[in-house]
């Protein structure tokens, strides 16, 4: 029993020398600082990473048209939809991959229970019990030159009134019929809901 236990201790010992010299063999692995998110084009909206080492990116010579069809839900006023949210993402990401702002043609329909976003911070508040985070945002994409679209018809079917709109946000006849001018004029088209 002695001299079995002792043969199995020094396999035992003869293993972990092993994997102790193979280990030192092994070249040392670079370990990569995480990347900080940056917001290259959209300040305070829309973080992305600079990543490095990419095979498919925008190409900065183009003119990008994108249309975006925003229908996202409210039900956390408080806090800004990740769809929306998203949108400076798109813009950020296209940034960060060289193309130039004037090449970055950005159109947004707001509709749906989405429309309840574009409004004043009264109006907002009035319908929510909240502040708006969706105010500066907004504004944001408006400096940027988004392209800021709200149905009419969802306007009126949610209780808004045009004069509760945000400042930069033009009024539709509807969704539907912006959508397809936008598509018609060449942008490729998303919705985020």
Known sequence: MKLKTTFILVILLFTQLTFAQDAKKEPEKKKRA???????????????????????????????????ELVHDMDKPKRLNFSANNVARLINLHAIGGVKPENLK??????????????????YQKKYEEESPYVD???????A????????QSLNLFGQKPEDVLPGVKIATSALTAVTTYQLKGYAYFKWD
């Open 145 to 152: 030159g988004v392209d800021l679209v709200v149905c009419g």
């Open 137 to 143: 945002f907004y504004k944001e994409l408006a400096d």
């Open 34 to 68: 995480p990347k900080p998110w940056v917001n290259p084009l959209i300040k305070n909206y829309g973080r992305i990473l600079d990543l490095e080492d990419i095979e498919v990116k925008p190409d900065p010579d183009r003119e990008y048209k994108i249309l975006i």
């Open 106 to 123: 950005v159109a947004v329909v707001v509709h749906a229970q989405a429309t309840n976003s574009v409004v004043s911070q009264e109006a």
